[in-house]
Nanobody
Framework: QVQLVESGGGLVQAGGSLRLSCAAS????????MGWFRQAPGKEREFVAT????????YYADSVKGRFTISRDSAKNTVYLQMNSLKPEDTAVYYC?????????????????WGQGTQVTVSS
């Protein structure tokens, strides 16, 4: 059974940092692009960051650029999202996802495996 399991969410004050992890099991995703998305209450799921299969290409939403960093450790079958300078508007459930291709995608409709999500709450 293929699973993506996110961890590392929690409550943090504005200006603080969190690192999210997404551990895959059941198959390797070393040849797949991976992404992070988030969904705040009452809002649609939105793109946060994506990384290519090699880790050589990354893209970020304008709202997180310069504050968040996506990375991967293919040996551990794990993707990370380092979040710095957090703002209250970053509060959401964060999801990781695997894309069927090697190349980064900002479109959540193209991802075919999803984790269950981890809550990130940023207090002001």
């Amino acid at each position: 059974q293929v699973q993506l399991v996110e961890s590392g969410g929690g409550l943090v004050q504005a200006g603080g940092s969190l690192r999210l992890s997404c551990a895959a099991s059941g198959r390797t995703f070393s040849s797949n692009a991976m992404g992070w998305f988030r969904q705040a209450p009452g809002k649609e799921r939105e793109f946060v960051a994506t990384i290519s299969w090699s880790g050589g290409t990354t893209y970020y939403a304008d709202s997180v650029k310069g504050r968040f960093t996506i990375s991967r450790d293919s040996a551990k079958n794990t993707v990370y999202l380092q979040m710095n300078s957090l703002k209250p508007e970053d509060t959401a459930v964060y999801y990781c996802a695997a894309h069927p291709s090697r190349y980064s995608s900002t479109n959540y409709g193209g991802y075919d495996y999803w984790g269950q999500g981890t809550q990130v709450t940023v207090s002001s």
